[in-house]
């Protein structure tokens, strides 16, 4: 199984010009971001990070992390 960060390499929002766009590559520069593909914790560095205005809204967070998880589980 794919990693969230190894899904976000392959993914369709890494060349969307499209605030999904926008975070998908933002993540991929952040070199602090977390090396796991649980929610919990991705929702919660997400949530720290929008204090500072660092990446864009929680909300279309979600959305990306809702296509890795159809993708993850197609196959199931």
Do not use: C, H
């Not at 190894?6 to 993914?11: D, I, P």
């Not at 999904?20 to 593909?37: C, E, H, M, N």
């Not at 919990?40 to 204090?51: A, E, H, I």
């Not at 990306?64 to 199931?76: P, R, W």
């Amino acid at each position: 199984m794919k990693s969230f960060i190894e899904w976000l390499k392959t993914s369709q929002y890494l060349n969307s010009d499209s605030v999904k766009g926008d975070i998908a590559r933002d993540i991929l520069r952040d070199k602090t971001f977390p090396d796991t593909s649980e929610e919990d914790r991705l929702l919660s560095y997400m949530n720290s990070k929008l204090k500072y205005g660092a990446l864009a809204p929680l909300s279309e967070f979600k959305v990306i992390y809702k296509s890795y998880l159809t993708y993850i589980n197609k196959d199931k």
